[in-house]
T-cell receptor
Framework: GQQVMQIPQYQHVQEGEDFTTYCNSS?????IQWYKQRPGGHPVFLIQ?????EVKKQKRLTFQFGEAKKNSSLHITATQTTDVGTYFC???????????FGSGTQLTVLP | KAGVTQTPRYLIKTRGQQVTLSCSPI?????VSWYQQTPGQGLQFLFE???????NKGNFPGRFSGRQFSNSRSEMNVSTLELGDSALYLC????????????FGNGTRLTVT
């Protein structure tokens, strides 16, 4: 079945440092979505990427979708304490259509 | 617009019992998915319903079942509870099954003792 791997599992950064999480799929994805879950909260949708090589930005967050549509990354520039949480990627294949989530990267930002 | 509503928020059950969790999706959303979240396993897909039909099922035993009603509300049932079923159960709704984002509820925290 479809598998989506995400690394690293944990990341501690000093406030102001950059952060990147990577997502890799065993199969080609029709699209990929990113979610953020704050401690004690539920996942909240951030963005969706559809096209090969697509890059999207949301303020300090940059999302990329690989050329082969099998990998993706989320990069946060100059982290802030408000960025704390777990970031999940979720990929959808064209046939199964179900959304398979990566294992998540738990980000801790030290003030 | 009201968000996804899950009830109850917390449940404590004993091994061997059964439990039913409820999810009311955002108005107009026809797809409802269920996920189990545990600290070590992340978000594990349980099943997806669209227009009252189960469209996908995750790798969970038959003790886990669900259904969707004509108003898109969904329930999931877990029978013969085991200690390992303790988890946060999240319901998410979306407008369609193609590319719409998932909108999650706050979840039901199930503890099995």
């Amino acid at each position: 079945g479809q598998q989506v791997m995400q690394i690293p599992q944990y990341q501690h950064v000093q406030e102001g440092e950059d952060f990147t999480t990577y997502c890799n799929s065993s199969t080609t994805l029709s699209n990929i979505q990113w979610y953020k879950q704050r401690p004690g909260g539920h996942p909240v949708f951030l963005i969706q990427l559809v096209k090969s090589g697509e890059v999207k930005k949301q303020k300090r967050l940059t999302f990329q979708f690989g050329e082969a549509k099998k990998n993706s990354s989320l990069h946060i520039t100059a982290t802030q304490t408000t960025d704390v949480g777990t970031y999940f990627c979720a990929g959808r294949t064209g046939s199964a259509r179900q959304l398979t989530f990566g294992s998540g990267t738990q980000l801790t930002v030290l003030p | 617009k009201a968000g996804v509503t899950q009830t109850p928020r917390y449940l404590i059950k004993t091994r061997g019992q059964q439990v039913t969790l409820s999810c009311s999706p955002i108005s107009g959303h026809r797809s409802v998915s269920w996920y189990q979240q545990t600290p070590g396993q992340g978000l594990q897909f349980l099943f997806e319903y669209f227009s009252e039909t189960q469209r996908n099922k995750g790798n969970f035993p038959g003790r886990f079942s669900g259904r969707q009603f004509s108003n898109s509300r969904s329930e999931m049932n877990v029978s013969t509870l085991e200690l390992g079923d303790s988890a946060l159960y999240l319901c998410a709704s979306s407008f369609d099954r193609e590319a719409s984002p998932l909108h999650f509820g706050n979840g039901t925290r199930l503890t099995v003792t």
